[in-house]
């Protein structure tokens, strides 16, 4: 349905009457205003499916979608890649003996993928937690039975976006959703459990350039827990200069102590030829010899334990 209004879209002069400027992103960021628009109630029919309700809306609101389109950026906090985040945090804590981990994402968005211990787990092996919110997923490979086991507690959540947002707001939490299409009822479901989760106990997000940042934040590390740096796509959005100062920073840091890495890779950093999911690696100094850990589709649905 909403294929063939993107189509009708592309030939609208109403639309160029919306956008600045042509990208990859403009038709997400199109669809996720008339979504945010709907939501609020104040173009309930907008994504009917019918082509008229969609230019009513477009028509009706073209300030607000035309504002939207030039400031807003795709912000799709999915909590289910904490089903492959969470063995490899294990991994890490269960090599460094770590019984606590301070954690700093970058990219964050929202800030929902740092609290993954805050959810329950089903895997081939075991569970792993108890919450009101469980992930499960498909496994192509199982991940082992030995990392499941490992237990740990996280002593500080902290993450650095240059656009954080607060879903304790109503106006975060709208923004979130805006960008699941309707009828993805699970992904909303799955959504609308974490950010009530988040709200009991929000994480602290800081507005700002992560590569900028960091240095600082990782030069006062506790050593009563094992600080663990992780981000899931983000990097994917700096460039690979940016890319290369940031591992070189982080080698920098883990020189100087202690460090946990989990990330996904870049394209230009993979080490298959395949651009339908993302290799997820680890590293931990002393040492910091990055893994491929395993293979995860980009919403974190399936996995292959490498």
């Not at 890649?81 to 991994?91: E, H, K």
């Not at 993450?159 to 607060?166: Q, T, Y």
């Not at 109503?170 to 959703?177: D, K, N, Q, V, Y």
């Not at 920098?252 to 890779?265: H, K, N």
Request: proline share 5%; aromatic share 10%.
């Amino acid at each position: 349905m909403y294929a063939r209004l993107a189509r009708r879209c592309a030939a609208e002069p109403l639309v160029d009457e919306l956008v600045d400027e042509l990208s990859w992103d403009v038709p997400l960021r199109l669809f996720g205003g008339v979504h945010y628009l709907e939501l609020a109630g104040i173009e309930p029919y907008a994504l009917s499916g019918e082509w008229d309700d969609f230019r009513a809306a477009l028509e009706a609101r073209r300030d607000f979608l035309a504002r939207f389109v030039r400031e807003q950026a795709v912000q799709t906090n999915e909590v289910q890649r904490c089903y492959a985040l969470l063995p490899a945090f294990l991994l890490l804590a269960r090599e460094h003996d770590a019984a606590a981990l301070d954690l700093v994402e970058l990219g964050p968005s929202a800030g929902l993928n740092l609290l993954w211990d805050r959810y329950a787990y089903r895997y081939r092996a075991g569970r792993w937690g108890s919450s009101e919110l469980t992930l499960n997923g498909v496994e192509y490979s199982p991940v082992p039975r030995e990392v499941l086991e490992r237990r740990v507690r996280v002593r500080r959540r902290l993450g650095i976006d240059l656009n954080p947002v607060d879903v304790t707001s109503e106006h975060g939490a709208r923004l979130l959703h805006a960008f699941i299409w309707p009828g993805r009822v699970e992904r909303a479901q799955r959504l609308r459990k974490a950010i009530a989760i988040l709200r009991r106990e929000p994480p602290t997000l800081v507005h700002g350039d992560y590569v900028e940042l960091l240095p600082a934040l990782l030069a006062g590390r506790h050593e009563e827990a094992l600080t663990v740096v992780f981000q899931t796509a983000s990097t994917g959005y700096i460039g690979s200069e940016r890319r290369a100062e940031l591992r070189s920073l982080l080698e920098a840091a883990g020189a100087e102590g202690p460090l946990g890495w989990v990330s996904t890779r870049a394209v230009e950093e993979r080490e298959e030829d395949r651009h339908d999911s993302y290799e997820l690696e680890v590293a931990l100094w002393p040492g910091g010899k990055r893994r491929f850990l395993l293979r995860c589709d980009f919403h974190g649905n399936w996995l292959r334990w490498q």
